[in-house]
């Protein structure tokens, strides 16, 4: 048998953009941003075509409509705003314009000379039925139009019929003939800005007592919030912050047996004192931490946890639980590795073992246990060696009840892991930037992340350290190469974090070839010495600053790379959409010695003609300059190893046009 057809399915909608795997996953926006939706709308024929977006949050009933407009070869564009931290849902309609198409005939046959009597009778009809469906106000309007169409001179008539205040009236309460809609409600994912803009600092709570003889508590992490408030950072991040197990406990620099006296590893979850959710009892009561939470919230900081699916042999679940986890031939529970690494301390979970669907419920509830204590922000330690469907099962759990919770991947991992992680809702994920140092790969992986289909999805949360990483470049580099990574991952996203000691330029690795750090401080309290000599705090201070000053920075997706004729050097800018900050980045990439290089500007994106006078203003020195054409010379010292340029003011010729941009106010320090 043929096929069965839905004949109503008269106009073809295809192509519709932003749509990602046939809208399994949804894109993602944030809070104020303006969807803009595109699609191919076309039919047979000749007949004119009306369009709309119909658009709602998952949480209302009704569709909201906003129209679209005729692009180019049967392309549409148009757009909705979103407001409300919620999930959103899209889809295009389309009909056929019997009065425009009518009137666009109409007026072809009148203009030849032709009668047009019967077109005119046709033309009243179609105004009736709009009558029928219009509103009171616009109702009476259309039968004035009414009447002057069906009375008077066959040219008085012609005219009334094609007003365009009647095709404008005609728009909105024609009856949509063939209305045809898009097979698919499309998901868009709205969070609030600080998935896309924030700056996270990363440090161990029981270190913070300053002294490696002393657990830190909540009350020594209160003490160090200015420490991180003065820095600039919006976010501070803990490892796990649970009671450790005993068994197995690691060591120092990770040996197998710890000494009485050593804490072992955080990620090591669970005891005798609970699991993940407890406190470990040394940072102090959950009313310490309630408290703490709240006085970071009073410095503007927000926390995030780490949530990491792995317990201790001593976590109750081992007990409790023992249908959760992988089971060896004789009986004993699997503990992890990655060979030939053994993490005896630590036991991953079988996700689709016996009960598992009670597992899944387990996990989501330490999710809202935490967001219950004030928590909105996790960071989940190594997603990819769980089921990627638990993920897009429990964020979409979370986020219908606590749509506020952001979510950061910390997957180092296959690039399509990585991805379709983000695309099962990780709100920010983990890049491999900490790797990428060289202009050509640079270059190639950020448009990849921010002008490619990624952007639509996956936003790149630029970490140049962790406490597992701590990259050859920083080993090798030494101060400068600190200065060069600070740079890039505060202006190449929007969204960027460090691990403590990265501003102390902490970087003594565990050995030759080893990207661990040499007594790391996940196996051991660590005191810092926060002022030591050398470290580039008023550097960071200074970008966050500078972040915080320009629009252009906080936005992810309006990275652009520009033409510098040294391969040492990297340039590129962001802007907003009406130009009205622009910033250009030029870093050196060599931690060892100073590079000269013409950066080209892009005059057009800066609204000047090839002679126009301009000025800059460098953020990070105070610097102006008055500059003309496109090509600037400039040398960067491994001291200095960067310049970021904010377009200040110009005087256009070319573009007939005066601007002035106002200058950024920030306090040097």
Request: proline content about 7%.
């Amino acid at each position: 048998m043929p096929p069965k057809i839905d004949a109503s399915r008269k106009i073809v909608i295809e192509d519709v953009y932003p749509e990602l795997d046939c809208g399994r996953y949804a894109v993602k926006r944030e809070v104020g941003d303006v969807v803009e939706v595109r699609a191919d709308i076309f039919k047979e024929g000749h007949d004119a075509i009306a369009a709309a977006v119909w658009y709602r949050t998952e949480r209302e009933t009704e569709w909201r409509e906003s129209r679209m407009r005729f692009v180019d070869n049967d392309r549409w564009g148009g757009s909705f705003p979103v407001t409300e931290n919620l999930r959103y849902l899209f889809t295009v309609v389309a009909w056929t314009d019997a009065f425009g198409t009518w009137a666009s005939d109409t007026r072809k046959k009148y203009d030849a000379g032709q009668d047009v009597a019967s077109e005119l009778l046709e033309g009243e009809a179609l105004l009736r039925a709009a009558v029928a469906r219009a509103e009171r106000g616009d109702r009476e309007r259309l039968e004035a139009y009414l009447r002057e169409v069906g009375d008077g001179t066959q040219a008085e008539r012609v005219a009334a019929a094609l007003d365009p205040g009647l095709l404008e009236l005609m728009e909105r309460w024609q009856p949509r003939a063939d209305l045809t809609r898009y097979d698919r409600e499309l998901p868009v994912q709205v969070d609030r800005v600080a998935a896309r803009f924030a700056a996270w600092y990363e440090l161990f709570p029981r270190s913070m007592s300053d002294d490696p003889s002393r657990h830190g508590t909540w009350d020594d992490v209160i003490r160090k919030l200015p420490y991180v408030r003065d820095m600039g950072f919006d976010v501070l991040y803990f490892p796990p912050i649970h009671p450790i197990g005993l068994q197995f406990r690691k060591g120092k620099n990770n040996t197998l047996n710890a000494g009485p006296d050593q804490p072992g590893s955080p990620y090591a979850i669970g005891s005798e004192e609970g699991g993940h959710k407890a406190i470990h009892p040394e940072l102090g009561p959950l009313e310490d931490f309630r408290r703490m939470v709240a006085a970071a919230r009073e410095h503007g900081l927000e926390i995030a946890l780490d949530f990491a699916i792995q317990v201790s042999p001593d976590h109750p679940y081992a007990k409790e639980h023992p249908g959760w986890f992988y089971v060896r031939p004789d009986g004993t529970i699997k503990y992890a590795e990655n060979p030939p690494k053994k993490y005896q301390d630590i036991y991953p979970l079988n996700f689709y073992g016996e009960d598992w669907e009670a597992q899944w419920e387990e996990w989501k509830s330490v999710f809202l246990y935490w967001i219950e204590q004030g928590v909105k922000i996790f960071r989940v330690d190594n997603p990819h060696t769980k089921p990627v469907q638990f993920w897009e099962w429990v964020i979409r759990e979370v986020q219908r009840d606590h749509p506020e919770t952001i979510f950061l991947s910390e997957a180092f991992t296959r690039p399509k892991m990585m991805r379709v992680l983000a695309k099962a809702g990780f709100t920010q994920s983990y890049t491999y930037f900490t790797w990428r140092n060289f202009k050509g790969e640079i270059t190639e992986y950020f448009e990849e992340l921010t002008q490619g289909p990624m952007k639509e999805y996956f936003r790149g949360n630029l970490f140049p350290n962790t406490p597992d990483i701590l990259p050859e470049f920083l080993q090798r580099g030494g101060r400068p190469a600190f200065m060069i990574r600070a740079v890039l991952a505060t202006t190449l996203s929007s969204v960027y974090g460090i691990y403590s000691g990265f501003e102390l330029c902490e970087n003594t690795p565990l050995g030759p070839g080893k990207e661990e750090y040499l007594d790391s401080e996940k196996y051991e309290i660590k005191a810092w010495d926060w002022d030591r000599e050398g470290n580039i705090r008023p550097l960071i201070t200074r970008l966050n600053q500078v972040r915080r000053a320009n629009p252009a920075l906080q936005e992810y997706d309006n990275l652009r790379f520009y033409g510098a004729d040294n391969d040492h050097v990297l340039f590129y800018g962001k802007a907003t959409p009406d130009r009205t900050n622009i910033v250009f980045v030029a870093v050196n990439l060599d931690p060892f010695q100073g590079h000269e290089a013409t950066l080209w500007f892009p005059l057009d994106l800066m609204g000047m003609g090839a002679h126009d006078p301009w000025e800059v203003e460098e953020l990070l020195t105070g610097e102006r300059h008055f500059w003309q054409g496109s090509g600037q010379r400039v040398y960067l010292d491994p001291g200095a190893p960067a310049r970021i340029f904010r377009v200040r003011a110009w005087r256009s010729s070319e573009h007939n046009f005066d601007y002035f941009m106002a200058p950024t106010v920030v306090e040097v320090p």
